[in-house]
């Protein structure tokens, strides 16, 4: 099956309309597009290793406490291999070169923060690397989420080739590469390994191969802790293919996607229960997540969170509000929507950020892995110039990516570098 064919799955599932005209939607990916996404990425990358460099200076000297771990310790005024493995880089750190510890004592009552609550499939390729190679800790990780991440946006780019034009792609991958959090494309986070198999599931769900569906969910379920929302997407899929007319070939997904979802449940629960048996304490993952949620003393999701710091009406109104954005959203008329899907991906996966995690600047970074975190903004900035046509476009997406560019430096020198006792994540 060709990848327009497959691109029907999608269709129910998809986009708002660009402003830009749609003719292009359908073109075929090329040697020249890959080419294009490789370079910008990578100039990407080299634009936020500049900022790291920058930035680093004002580190302060970091040894392991109670409230921050550090592997071994930390110099003041880090270099670039050093400064890339700030915050969660420095568990991974600790399990790329020792493992996972099973200590009893660290699961409590009560538990203490552990290594547990990360994930190992990242970890595990950078020891890897790191074996081969020989290369420090931070090489091997810079080395690991670099390749993850180039991959994942020459993938995604000639996917939004074939989906929403060259055009498009090309400034939804560009919003990408220099989004204010994507320094940890190149840093010692999970987040380029995460974005290329969500590529993977997203692609192969349109293309109806359900091998490497389920074989890249289960990868993901042991990389970083997605899933549930990702169960929910297919759930959607699943019963907008049973409400399909009869003889719609969209009604025989639904067997596929509900297995889908029984595959991620699977994966989901991977790791807990190998946690589980490691330590042989069957709450273990759960405790030691538990140790992990907490914010200033909040508890909850962000809507939890304003409840405890506004009261109950901003809470209820926060809902009331994205309910009825979903709501509109699922009146509104379908023609002309682009067959990936990302319209109803990302406000479902940012919806559940928001209910489950602590209010944190991490939002941020987490919104990366909605894939065009970017293109809300761009579209709202170029729909006015749409009229004069492409040069109108690309001049105020340009504009939008200025702006990215300087909010990166921003979100470096205020939240990656660690200028005194660390507070908020970045």
């Known amino acids: 099956m060709s990848d327009h064919d497959g691109g029907t799955l999608m269709r129910e599932a998809g986009a708002s309309a660009d402003p830009v ?21 990578l100039l990407a990358r080299a634009l936020s290793a500049v900022f790291l460099l920058l930035a680093a200076p004002a580190q302060v000297a970091l040894t392991d406490s109670p409230d921050h771990h550090v592997e071994g310790s930390l110099p003041a005024s880090p270099g670039y291999w050093d400064v890339v493995t700030n915050w969660d880089g420095q ?16 699961f409590g009552p009560p538990a203490q923060r552990n290594e547990m609550a990360f994930f190992p499939v990242y970890p595990m390729l950078c020891r890897g690397v790191m074996a081969v ?14 390749v993850a991440g180039a991959l994942a946006v020459v993938l995604l780019a000639r996917w939004l080739v074939r989906t929403r034009g060259r055009l ?4 939804a991958v560009a919003g990408l590469a220099v989004f204010p959090t994507a320094v940890v494309f190149q840093t010692a986070y999970t987040e380029s390994l995460a974005l290329l198999l969500l590529v993977v599931v997203l692609t192969a769900l349109a293309g109806r191969r359900w091998a490497v569906l389920w074989g890249a969910l289960l990868v993901l379920g042991l990389t970083r802790p997605v899933l549930a929302p990702v169960a929910l997407y297919l759930l959607v ?59 200033g003393g909040l508890r909850g999701g962000w809507v939890a969170g304003i409840w405890q710091l506004v009261g109950p009406a901003a809470a209820l109104a926060l809902v009331l509000v994205g309910g009825a954005l979903a709501w509109v959203r ?19 996966y940012l919806g559940y950020v928001l209910l489950t995690t602590t209010i944190n600047p991490s ?18 900035v170029t729909a006015p110039l749409a009229r004069f046509g492409t040069r109108g476009v690309v001049v105020a997406a340009g504009a939008v990516l200025l702006v990215e560019v300087l909010l990166q430096w921003w979100w470096v020198r205020a ?7 660390p507070v908020l994540p970045p």
């Open 21 to 41: 005209p749609s003719a292009g939607a359908g073109d075929r990916p090329t040697v020249r597009d890959t080419a294009i996404a490789l370079t910008v990425f």
């Open 91 to 106: 568990w991974y750190e600790t399990i790329a070169t020792h493992g996972y510890r099973t200590d009893p004592a660290l």
């Open 133 to 146: 190679t020989g290369a420090s800790f931070g090489v091997a990780a810079s080395l690991v989420s670099l």
């Open 168 to 171: 498009v792609a090309h400034l």
């Open 237 to 295: 899929l699943a019963w907008r293919a049973h409400r399909a007319p009869a003889g719609d070939e969209r009604r025989a997904d639904v067997r596929p996607l509900l297995v889908s979802v029984g595959v991620a449940g699977l994966a989901t629960a991977a790791w807990p229960v190998t946690v589980a048996v490691l330590t042989g304490i069957p709450t273990a993952f759960t405790d030691t997540m538990a140790a992990w949620v907490k914010a």
């Open 330 to 348: 699922s009146r509104r008329p379908r023609p002309d929507r682009p067959a990936d899907g990302l319209g109803t991906w990302g406000p479902l």
């Open 363 to 380: 939002i941020l970074r987490y919104s990366l892995l909605t894939l065009v975190p970017a293109e809300p903004t761009r579209r709202a």
């Open 415 to 421: 939240l990656w570098v660690i200028p005194g006792a």
